[in-house]
């Protein structure tokens, strides 16, 4: 068995598996353009969705490092809008980690539906994080501050804000210029989607009404925000996995914060998911947008799985991880 016997014909995009220097699978497909028959390639762009929150920690634990802020830093000291109901108490760490309570603005616990957002608010009006406020800014906390994890959207938004105002620059330009250049990620970025470049893949969802795919531009943001949005390549991300692992984005000691468990679950570090406790891996999932990525330190070893159809990365990707470890057959 290999590869691509786990893979059935439903899937549509680009898998990469490197092993220190050395790739040892790469492939695409299913088509980047539908219509146009135009195939997925190992060059081709995909939108990522929550895999963006790791590009927003990093950018953080930089600014801590250079004692802009800190861990204890509250919301209520960086953000100048006023913030009604929510705990102006609520940390840096807090959002990092995913315990702040501040009310999300899309709630996975209760919500099943991204496009549900935009039943009131077009989605097209949102390109810029500031444009979410109005989706939160009304509700009430969820539980106090620090009391639970539970995955929050609207966290990493926040942390995006607030990059922005500490920055004076909007959080993907800040983004782009010390972490996407710093890692020579040139083919990384937070596009709109109605002004795509080239290579990029569209994002399709399946209607079963008309037996047919649609593209996703009318179910998520016109522009990702701080809780997400980033189109990037396998091999961008292998770059921003090597630059972040050697120092080149944050030092020793907030990488081991960063891939260690801020919770007492011990599934979660700062920006990433700890797979057994232990590998670091980002992922994301919008309509018609799938993603993950994973890093096991020990082997060196990267898998990336980049989808643009609502597909199940997350088995194939430990499927793929178990055909690894059986070391029975050629990849």
Same mark, same amino acid.
């Given at each position: 068995?290999?590869? #691509?016997?786990?893979?059935?014909?439903?899937?549509?995009?680009?898998?990469?598996? *490197? /092993?220190?220097?050395?790739?040892?699978?790469?492939?695409?497909?299913?088509?980047?353009?539908?219509?146009?028959?135009?195939?997925?390639?190992?060059?081709?762009?995909?939108?990522?969705?929550?895999?963006?929150?790791?590009?927003?920690?990093?950018?953080?634990?930089?600014?801590?490092?250079?004692?802009?802020?800190?861990?204890?830093?509250?919301?209520?000291?960086?953000?100048?809008?006023?913030?009604?109901?929510?705990?102006?108490?609520?940390?840096?760490?807090?959002?990092?980690?995913?315990?702040?309570?501040?009310?999300?603005?899309?709630?996975?616990? *209760?919500?099943?539906?991204?496009?549900?957002?935009?039943?009131?608010?077009?989605? %097209?009006?949102?390109?810029?994080?500031?444009?979410?406020?109005?989706?939160?800014?009304?509700?009430?906390?969820? %539980?106090?501050?620090?009391?639970?994890?539970? +995955?929050?959207?609207?966290?990493? *938004?926040?942390?995006?804000?607030?990059?922005?105002?500490?920055?004076?620059?909007?959080?993907?330009?800040?983004? /782009?210029?010390?972490?996407?250049?710093?890692?020579?990620?040139?083919?990384?970025?937070?596009?709109?989607?109605?002004?795509?470049?080239?290579?990029?893949?569209?994002? +399709?969802?399946?209607? +079963?009404?008309?037996?047919?795919?649609?593209?996703?531009?009318?179910?998520?943001?016109? &522009?990702?925000?701080?809780?997400?949005?980033?189109?990037?390549?396998?091999?961008?991300?292998? &770059?921003?996995?090597?630059?972040?692992?050697?120092?080149?984005?944050?030092?020793?000691?907030?990488?081991?914060?960063?891939?260690?468990?801020?919770?007492?679950?011990?599934? +979660?570090?700062?920006?990433?998911?700890?797979?057994?406790?232990?590998?670091?891996?980002?992922?994301?999932?919008?309509?018609?947008? #799938?993603?993950?990525?994973?890093?096991?330190?020990? &082997?060196?070893?990267?898998?990336?799985?980049?989808?643009?159809?609502?597909?199940?990365?997350?088995?194939?990707?430990?499927?793929? #991880?178990?055909?690894?470890?059986?070391?029975?057959?050629?990849?």
């Amino acid at each position: 068995m290999n590869v #691509n016997d786990l893979i059935d014909e439903k899937f549509s995009g680009v898998i990469s598996i *490197v /092993q220190g220097s050395k790739n040892i699978f790469q492939g695409g497909y299913g088509f980047a353009d539908k219509a146009n028959e135009i195939p997925n390639r190992m060059d081709t762009k995909f939108g990522t969705a929550s895999a963006g929150k790791v590009f927003v920690a990093t950018a953080i634990l930089n600014l801590i490092e250079q004692k802009i802020i800190n861990f204890d830093t509250t919301i209520g000291e960086v953000l100048k809008f006023d913030l009604k109901e929510i705990d102006s108490g609520i940390t840096i760490s807090q959002l990092l980690n995913h315990t702040s309570g501040i009310p999300d603005y899309f709630d996975e616990s *209760v919500m099943n539906n991204y496009e549900e957002l935009w039943i009131n608010i077009p989605n %097209y009006r949102i390109r810029k994080s500031s444009d979410l406020i109005p989706l939160f800014i009304d509700k009430p906390m969820m %539980y106090p501050k620090g009391e639970r994890f539970q +995955y929050n959207n609207t966290g990493y *938004v926040v942390l995006g804000l607030v990059i922005e105002e500490i920055t004076g620059k909007p959080f993907d330009v800040y983004l /782009q210029e010390t972490i996407f250049d710093t890692c020579r990620m040139t083919d990384t970025g937070y596009f709109e989607l109605d002004r795509l470049p080239a290579k990029c893949a569209f994002s +399709y969802i399946f209607d +079963y009404k008309r037996n047919e795919y649609r593209t996703n531009i009318f179910s998520i943001d016109a &522009k990702g925000s701080g809780a997400g949005g980033a189109f990037t390549t396998a091999h961008d991300i292998e &770059k921003f996995w090597t630059a972040l692992v050697n120092g080149e984005l944050i030092n020793k000691e907030s990488l081991e914060k960063m891939f260690s468990p801020q919770i007492a679950e011990g599934y +979660y570090g700062f920006g990433v998911w700890l797979l057994n406790g232990k590998i670091p891996s980002f992922q994301g999932c919008d309509p018609g947008v #799938n993603f993950i990525t994973s890093y096991d330190l020990g &082997k060196q070893l990267i898998v990336t799985i980049l989808s643009n159809v609502d597909y199940d990365v997350e088995l194939l990707h430990n499927k793929i #991880n178990t055909l690894l470890v059986s070391n029975k057959s050629n990849i």
